[in-house]
């Protein structure tokens, strides 16, 4: 055994040295010796081995986490570049080139190849007219696709078909035309009834006709803008929420409109169609809705030309010829257009030379139901058109200085409209706001009933037909009046009491108490018959009085009074307090009461008799409220003659402020009060 061992090992040793003697290569001796001289080169040392710990020795409680450190590894070492680890193993002779780390371009498939090829997703060669790999692999070669030109955004867009979008509304083409539209219905059509949006008939009969016929719709439009005024808050935020519109084009389609409107109206007046025609009933109803549209825009306007009176003209000869068909649209208009007639009674004037357009016996055709306005259904109104007989009477009497102004056949009418306006009562349920426009008018009537048969004397030295202030109101007047009211106070006495309208009795209350008069048809008034003239002692007598008792307390008078020639001659307690309680009733109402369109008629009548400045002051409040909220310009017309009216009571001329429309229409002012 021990022989064996020694041989094995022996021979071991010896087949080592015979392998390194004869089967060895000299390159590698040298490789040898270079790497060595490279490990030498480089570390200057000899390389110790490192000793790895065995897996015994290692306590895993004895490891601890390093601390982590805040300071990149750069500012460690001075900010020194970190020497790169040599890599294990030989060196290279050769080193590799090094990789640069880019970003692969990626290149996209062409789409320029045959359509073959492409099918067959194969590289093309992209030769003309056939491609060389089709012809290798004895395939049919389709071609190539048309080649493409990109076009551009505005080039497709110029290229898409074109089509025309009709209007659906006949007339509301444009931009302008929308404004126009959408006003009418948002806002100009609410102003012109107390009804709400549910029962609206500008909405519900006029819009629903318009789009049958298109000459109504211009009408509507033209109506429409010449409503807008652009130069306030409402007018500027219109032009601001559409910038591709002026006011200049606003305007220039307003009067297109207008004049389109107008010559399909002419155009339909001049041709005959027969009651058969199945378009006799639109065409008949549109002409009634121009009509109106154009009494409307000169509301809308303010027009002082009295242009509204041939459209009323107009409406009463159609009317008479040829009455709508439908009885909705029949009472719709007759109540409209009746209730314009009633308040242009109160400007007409007779030397205008046109045709009185209101009538006191006039009686619908038609039962009025329901009533959309005051006045007119209820009968009220027709107590206006009286009272306007009566104060044209008075003006001829004082045109021709007849004695007395007031006749007796005047007085006894003024009796019974008294008597009339007592009884009347609102028919309106409790809580709607025309309940109290309807005392409102009640009120008004009787003020201008009051101030109508009260006229101021116009001839120096005569006696006043009636008397109006009481015995003890001439004590507190000054010594050396003004001549004309000197020779007026020694005519004026007192009040009597078989007066008709001398009664204690308010006007205004919801009285039920009938007063029955009878006019004696047989005889002819005169001086005797004169109510006022068992009074001709007491009227002297009291007038003399009234001097001395002047004269006494001349010195007494407060000097807060205002002059003599601020008041008039026949100021009374009664309308004073009539003109309060109106203005009361007037203030009543809020700014955004649809009831203010109906208050314009009252503004003026009781502005006439405003003789106090807080009075004005109140009636000015109301007629702003009225333009404010229905935004019509003949709210300043209105304004414009009451501030002339009251001029005049400044100076005392109270046969001016007594016949305010003479003063209008020196004025140049004929416009609907409405």
Not at 189 to 196: A, D, F, H, I, K
Not at 223 to 237: L, M, N, V
Not at 281 to 291: C, I, P
């Amino acid at each position: 055994m021990p022989m064996m061992h020694h041989c094995s090992s022996s021979s071991s040793s010896s087949c080592v040295d015979s392998w390194n003697a004869g089967y060895g290569n000299p390159d590698e001796g040298e490789e040898d010796n270079q790497w060595e001289q490279w490990e030498q080169g480089s570390d200057e040392a000899l390389a110790i081995p490192k000793l790895e710990p065995i897996d015994d020795d290692i306590n895993l409680e004895d490891v601890s986490a390093a601390p982590l450190s805040q300071t990149p590894p750069n500012e460690l070492l001075g900010g020194a570049p970190i020497k790169q680890k040599r890599p294990r193993g030989r060196p290279r002779k050769h080193p590799l080139t090094p990789i640069v780390n880019a970003n692969k371009v990626t290149k996209g498939r062409s789409k320029t190849g045959c359509i073959t090829c492409r099918k067959r997703k194969k590289k093309c060669d992209e030769a003309k007219p056939r491609c060389m790999n089709c012809e290798k692999n004895a395939v049919v070669c389709e071609g190539y696709h048309e080649k493409q030109v990109w076009k551009t955004e505005r080039q497709r867009w110029e290229n898409l078909p074109i089509i025309t979008m009709q209007p659906i509304f006949h007339g509301v083409e444009t931009a302008e035309d929308k404004i126009f539209w959408k006003h009418y219905v948002n806002h100009f059509s609410n102003v012109l009834t107390v009804e709400g949006e549910a029962k609206n008939a500008f909405k519900d009969i006029i819009l629903q006709l318009a789009n049958r016929h298109q000459g109504l719709m211009h009408s509507i439009l033209a109506a429409s803008s010449k409503h807008i005024d652009w130069d306030t808050p409402y007018g500027i935020k219109i032009l601001q929420s559409n910038p591709t519109t002026s006011k200049e084009a606003l305007q220039q389609r307003s009067e297109y409109h207008h004049d389109e409107g107008m010559k399909r109206m002419y155009a339909e007046m001049n041709q005959e169609m027969d009651k058969s025609n199945p378009e006799y009933k639109t065409v008949l109803a549109a002409r009634y809705g121009q009509m109106m549209c154009l009494l409307l825009q000169t509301r809308a306007e303010g027009n002082p030309r009295g242009d509204h009176r041939v459209h009323l003209q107009a409406y009463k000869h159609l009317v008479q010829h040829s009455p709508p068909e439908d009885s909705n649209f029949l009472t719709f208009i007759t109540e409209f257009f009746q209730y314009h007639i009633y308040a242009d009674d109160l400007f007409w004037y007779p030397e205008k030379r046109t045709e009185r357009l209101a009538s006191e016996d006039w009686e619908p055709s038609a039962p009025i139901h329901p009533p959309r306005l005051l006045g007119v259904a209820d009968g009220l109104f027709r107590h206006l058109s009286e009272i306007t007989s009566i104060r044209n009477a008075i003006r001829v009497n004082m045109a021709g200085a007849v004695d007395p102004l007031v006749d007796y056949t005047s007085l006894y009418k003024a009796a019974e409209i008294d008597a009339a306006i007592r009884e009347w009562t609102p028919r309106w349920p409790s809580g709607d706001s025309r309940d109290r426009v309807g005392l409102l008018y009640k009120q008004m009537l009787w003020v201008y009933l009051f101030r109508t048969i009260y006229p101021p004397s116009a001839l120096p030295g005569r006696r006043s037909t009636i008397g109006s202030l009481p015995t003890a109101m001439f004590s507190s007047m000054p010594t050396n009046p003004h001549p004309r009211r000197a020779s007026m106070a020694a005519a004026i006495g007192t009040a009597t009491a078989g007066s008709p309208l001398m009664g204690a009795v308010n006007p205004f209350s919801r009285s039920t108490t009938k007063t029955t008069h009878s006019c004696p048809s047989t005889r002819q008034p005169s001086r005797t018959n004169s109510m006022h003239e068992g009074d001709l002692h007491a009227t002297t007598t009291s007038a003399s009085a009234s001097a001395s008792a002047s004269e006494s307390h001349s010195q007494q008078r407060p000097p807060s009074s205002p002059p003599p020639a601020r008041r008039p001659a026949q100021d009374d307690k009664r309308i004073t307090l009539a003109v309060d309680e109106s203005l009361g009733l007037l203030e009543s109402f809020k700014p955004s009461d649809p009831s203010q369109t109906l208050l314009l008629i009252p503004c003026l009548v009781i502005g006439t008799a405003c003789f106090e400045p807080d009075q004005r002051y109140r009636i000015r409040a109301a007629v702003r409220a009225v333009r404010g909220y229905t935004g019509l310009k003949n709210c300043d017309r209105v304004l414009e003659l009451l501030e002339e009216v009251w001029a005049l009571m400044e100076q005392g001329d109270w046969v001016a402020v007594w016949d305010w429309q003479r003063v209008a229409r020196r004025m140049g002012l004929d416009f609907p009060c409405t």
